[in-house]
């Protein structure tokens, strides 16, 4: 336990006298693949982009993006039939916003990383792609952005396997247009690093 984490106890329990837990990271566990396309005569934001949430069907949610790392745990799921209101909904997400008559595509690809002695799963790692260029082309990018990323800091030690992508695109005919594809995660196991108890 940790002088702070103790300093830190001790004053919030001279008032409240409860047990305090010290948390690790959380890390993700179950998630799921989403996409959707939205489009606006009005706006981005609140308009191609909601539309887009919606339809991916996490237009509820308060939306936070992660970067490109899954851990070993991470389990794809199927996508939840409903959200409450508001809840905060943590994803590795590729957006594009364009305007009419230009090309949304967005995409992300997957892959996981096994020891290539052991053969154990080490984690995963994902790219993402928010652009203008054909799904053809999206697909080429996103495998080399992928292949990029794994020979900075992983291929001596772990081969990649599994690799999934997923792309969504279109033309907009109204003034904005938005195609995204998320990642999104379900839940978190969180590491207990001490517990403070009263005196």
């Known amino acids: 336990m940790t002088k702070n984490f103790q300093k830190l106890s001790q004053s919030i329990m001279i008032s409240s006298k409860e047990k ?13 693949v989403t996409s959707g396309i939205g489009q606006s005569d009005i706006t981005i934001h609140a308009g191609s982009y909601h539309l887009a949430l919606k339809e991916a069907g996490i237009y509820k949610c308060n939306i936070v993006n992660y970067s490109s790392i899954l851990p070993a745990i991470a389990t794809e799921i199927e996508k939840p ?19 009419k008559g230009q090309r949304a595509t967005a995409g992300i690809i997957i892959g996981r990383l096994y020891n290539k002695i052991t053969g154990k799963k080490y984690g995963g790692l994902v ?3 928010g652009g203008s260029d054909t799904d053809e082309e999206v697909r080429k990018q996103l495998q080399m952005s992928l292949n990029e990323l794994f ?4 291929s001596k030690t772990y081969e990649l396997k599994d690799l999934k992508i997923k792309t969504v695109s279109f033309v907009p005919t109204k003034n904005f247009g938005t195609a995204l594809v998320a990642l999104c995660f379900m839940d978190y196991i969180c590491p207990i690093l001490g517990v403070s108890k009263t005196s």
Do not use: D
């Not at 305090?20 to 799921?32: D, T």
């Open 20 to 32: 305090l837990l010290l948390l690790g990271n959380k890390i993700p566990q179950n998630y799921f």
């Open 81 to 99: 039939n409903n959200f409450i209101h508001g809840s905060v909904l943590e994803t590795i997400m590729a957006c594009a916003n364009v305007q």
């Open 127 to 129: 790219c993402e792609y």
């Open 151 to 154: 020979s900075n800091g992983f």
